[in-house]
């Protein structure tokens, strides 16, 4: 089993990113997805989730109408489209693949916005 992110970087404030994370070795269309991040002393926390088929997303206030989560079961990729980014928002962003008895995360990408 894998998940790899990539699309992290160092971007300006006002700038935007977009996140990709990648799964393997299960069958990626019957696992709720999620986006998380951890910035430095803090605890991880959700940034976006979307149900199996994609039919449905959740999102952390801090980012609603900025980021934007979105899936492709045909490529098993999930992906965080983030617009309008903030110094706050920089973190390490993970992903996180779920069922009631399962969980897998990715190792993370670094996202850094900074003038």
């Known amino acids: 089993v894998q998940l790899v992110e990539s699309g992290g970087g160092l971007v300006q404030p006002g700038g935007s990113l977009r996140l990709s994370c990648a799964a393997s070795g299960f069958t990626f269309s019957r696992y709720f997805m999620s986006w998380y991040r951890q910035a430095p002393g803090k605890e991880r926390e959700l940034v976006a989730s979307i149900t199996s088929a994609g039919s449905s997303t959740n999102y952390a206030d801090s980012v609603k109408g900025r980021f934007t989560i979105s899936r492709d079961n045909a490529k098993n990729t999930v992906y965080l489209q983030m617009n309008s980014l903030k110094p706050e928002d920089t973190a390490v962003y993970y992903c996180?693949?779920?069922?009631?008895?399962?969980?897998?995360w990715g190792q993370g990408t670094q996202v850094t916005v900074s003038s």
């Open positions: 996180k693949a779920s069922q009631p008895l399962t969980t897998y």
